[in-house]
C-alpha cells in the first residue's frame, strides 16, 4: 500500500476515533465501557501498519480533548500511550507472521493486555504528579471491570473485519 493511500485510511481511523464517543457519548458509563476510541487505533495498526497505528493511536485521545473537552486532559494524556501502544504493538506483531485468524487474535490480544498496562503506568504517573493516588484496585477497575464490554467487542469485531481487510488487499503487508 502506497504511503498517501497509508495516510488517507489513517485519515478515515483518526476521524473514526473522533467520532464514534459521539455515538455513546450520551450516556458517560456506555462510552467508558465500549472504549470508541480504541476500534480505529486496531483497524488502522492492522490496515496501515505499526507506525500509523501508533500515530493514530497518539494522536486521537489529544486531538478529540483539544477539540471537544473529551475525554479530559489527565485522562487523555494517559489514554495517549495506550492507544500508541495498541497501534504499535497489534501492527508490529501482525505485519510479522503469516496471515491467520490465530495471527489477528495474537497481535489483538497482546496489544491489548500491554496497552492496559501502559495506561496504568501512564495514570499512577500523573496521579503522582498531581498529588492524588492511583491503586491497583483503581488499576483493575478501570482497565478490567469498567471495562470489559468494550474488551468483548475489540475481541469480536476486529478480528472479522481484518480478515475482510486481508481478502480485499487492504491489511497491511
Known amino acids: 500500500m502506497s504511503n498517501t493511500k497509508k495516510l488517507t485510511m489513517s485519515a478515515v481511523c483518526l476521524a473514526l476515533g473522533l467520532l464514534l464517543p459521539f455515538v455513546t457519548g450520551q450516556v458517560p458509563q456506555v462510552g467508558n465501557m465500549l472504549c470508541p476510541m ?9 490496515l496501515c501498519g505499526p507506525v500509523w497505528g501508533a500515530g493514530v493511536g497518539v494522536l486521537t485521545p489529544l486531538l478529540r480533548s483539544f477539540l471537544f473537552h473529551a475525554p479530559p486532559i489527565p485522562l487523555a494524556l494517559a489514554m495517549a500511550p495506550e492507544l500508541l501502544t495498541y497501534g504499535l504493538t497489534a501492527g508490529l506483531l501482525y505485519v510479522k507472521g503469516p496471515r491467520s485468524v490465530g495471527r489477528v487474535y495474537l497481535a489483538l490480544g497482546t496489544a491489548m493486555v500491554t496497552g492496559r498496562l501502559v495506561w496504568g503506568a501512564a495514570r499512577y504517573l500523573l496521579a503522582g504528579l498531581g498529588g492524588s493516588e492511583f491503586s491497583f484496585a483503581m488499576f483493575l477497575s478501570g482497565a478490567l471491570l469498567t471495562a470489559w464490554p468494550g474488551i468483548l467487542l475489540q475481541l469480536i469485531a476486529v478480528p472479522p473485519l481484518v480478515r475482510a481487510m486481508e481478502k480485499t488487499k487492504l491489511a497491511a503487508t
Open 38 to 46: 480504541h476500534l480505529p487505533v486496531f483497524l488502522c495498526a492492522f
